[in-house]
């Protein structure tokens, strides 16, 4: 079993940076895929980056490629999200994933442990 714990949310102005961390209990996230998703109001929960246990990474291309960076840090068992040029459309709650994959997903019954999320807010 894994526990997942996310911070770095809050309430920040577009254009600014904002640094999310998840970081795992339980067992030693080298064993897993990760990645992060995110839910606005009214919308369904999205695909944003992930990052295989190599270091590989994938991400919404649409969205977040150029502005986001997944990394991961097996030591601290821990896994990031550095979000630059903040726009009010990535206002969302944002979760952390881990899951036992071969590679790398950008789908989210592949990932078999999910965090509670953190709340980004970025205003105009």
């Known amino acids: 079993q894994v526990q997942l714990v996310e911070s770095g949310g809050g309430l920040v102005q577009a254009g600014d940076s904002l640094r999310l961390s998840c970081v795992a209990s339980g067992r030693t996230l080298r064993s897993y895929a990760m990645g992060w998703f995110r839910q606005a109001p009214g919308k369904e929960r999205e695909f944003v980056a992930a990052?295989?246990?190599?270091?590989?990474?994938?991400y919404d291309a649409d969205s977040v490629k150029g502005r986001f960076t997944i990394s991961r840090d097996n030591a601290k068992n821990t896994v990031s999200l550095q979000m630059n040029s903040l726009k009010p459309e990535d206002t969302a709650v944002y979760y952390c994933?881990?899951?036992?994959?071969?590679?790398?997903?950008?789908?989210?019954?592949?990932?078999?442990?999910w965090g509670q999320g953190t709340q980004v807010t970025v205003s105009l």
């Open positions: 994933a881990a899951g036992v994959i071969h590679g790398i997903s950008q789908q989210e019954r592949n990932y078999d442990y």
């Open positions: 990052i295989s246990r190599s270091g590989g990474r994938i």
